[in-house]
């Protein structure tokens, strides 16, 4: 890109888990850094590992699609814990 044109803002890479108080985990990842992604993907799979949905969220930090895998180039990432019935 020359030097002339300002940069595009990267999408925020960010995996968010929600807890009894509201928000709990923040932790952010630059896809190109191989330790941040794969520090990540286990933080990813341990959260799926203790039951929580995780959901892909849209630029207005909307709910998106669920995930069964981690992508890391989703982009924000929210993990929910499960609804018990009761």
Known sequence: MPPHMPKMPQPPYEFRAMDRTGDGLKLTWRPGNTAEV????????SYRDRG????RLNENDERGGALTSFDPNAGSLLAVPRMVGG
Not at 52 to 55: K, T, V
């Open 52 to 55: 929580y949905n995780i959901f």
């Open 38 to 45: 794969d520090a990540a993907r286990e933080t990813f799979q």
